[in-house]
């Protein structure tokens, strides 16, 4: 029981750290509000971030079957369920005691015809690379899931919601991990014990940043908060 209450607060205690940052979400440009002289005014543009509250996508989207991936590195499990019932029903906090090949997933495989109103939306952010078309693959998932350390193409993903901690290695520096353990489990168990030579480059990103994962690259993802994110693969 003292086991698991201390990975418990050390979760607790990891999970908070990465959300504070430096504390500054205007990077130090403050602005004296009895300064200002206009108001923020309102937007009338349709924006993608508004169409993916959780009342529109589920209004929009919630008895459309959806595939659900086992977030773990290879031979993943498919499982296909109405989007409703992932949300209210599947997605849930990572469980310290579930393994990653049990922890089910919905990242990817869009189908894009029936999500075609949504994606037609998304302005993709102006990065590209030479001879290269980019795919969409949108996600939502539950705190402190993730995906652990696996390598493909190139490509950025962005926050739409949440926050999402990633955990990169260049091709030639395989990271410690098993296949089958949660991101969550390494960050407990692995991650507090390395050597400062054998840490990864990380970054936790919010909504509306964006992270460049180069090709083969393996990388590691946290999601600290109930998350939504879209990913282009560069290909």
Same mark, same amino acid.
């Given at each position: ?14 999970? !908070? ?5 430096? !504390?500054?979400?205007?990077g ?10 206009? #108001? ?19 209004? *929009? ?14 031979? &993943? ?5 109405p989007?409703?019932? &992932?949300?209210e ?6 469980s ?17 015809? *029936? ?23 949108? #996600?939502?998932?539950?705190? #402190?899931? !993730? ?37 969550l ?10 050597? *400062? ?37 560069? !290909?």
């Open positions: 029981m003292e086991s698991c209450a201390l990975r418990l607060l050390l979760a607790s205690a990891l999970l !908070g750290a990465a959300s504070l940052g430096d !504390g500054q979400t205007d130090g440009w403050h602005t004296d509000h009895s300064m200002q002289m206009v #108001g923020n005014g309102s937007c009338n543009v349709e924006q993608f971030r508004a169409l993916c509250s959780k009342q529109r996508l589920l209004q *929009e989207f919630g008895n459309r079957l959806v595939r659900l991936s086992t977030a773990n590195t290879y031979s &993943y499990q498919k499982v296909d369920v989007f409703k019932e &992932y949300v029903h599947i997605m849930k906090p990572q310290l005691d579930s393994l990653g090949s049990d922890t089910l997933y919905f990242f990817g495989d869009n189908n894009f015809t *029936e999500w075609d109103s949504l994606f037609r939306t998304y302005i993709q952010p102006p990065y590209q690379l030479p001879g290269t078309k980019g795919a969409y693959s949108f #996600g939502i998932a539950g705190a #402190g899931t !993730g995906v652990p350390f696996h390598w493909h193409g190139a490509g950025y993903s962005e926050v739409i919601y949440g926050q999402k901690r990633w955990f990169l290695y260049p091709p030639d520096k395989t990271p410690e991990f098993h296949p089958n353990r949660t991101t489990s390494w960050m407990l168990d692995i991650y507090p014990y390395l050597a *400062e030579v054998d840490k990864p480059l990380e970054c936790t990103i919010h909504p509306g940043e964006i992270l460049y994962f180069p090709n083969h690259w393996w990388h590691a993802t946290l999601n600290i908060d109930t998350s939504v994110f879209i990913s282009t693969f560069l !290909g």
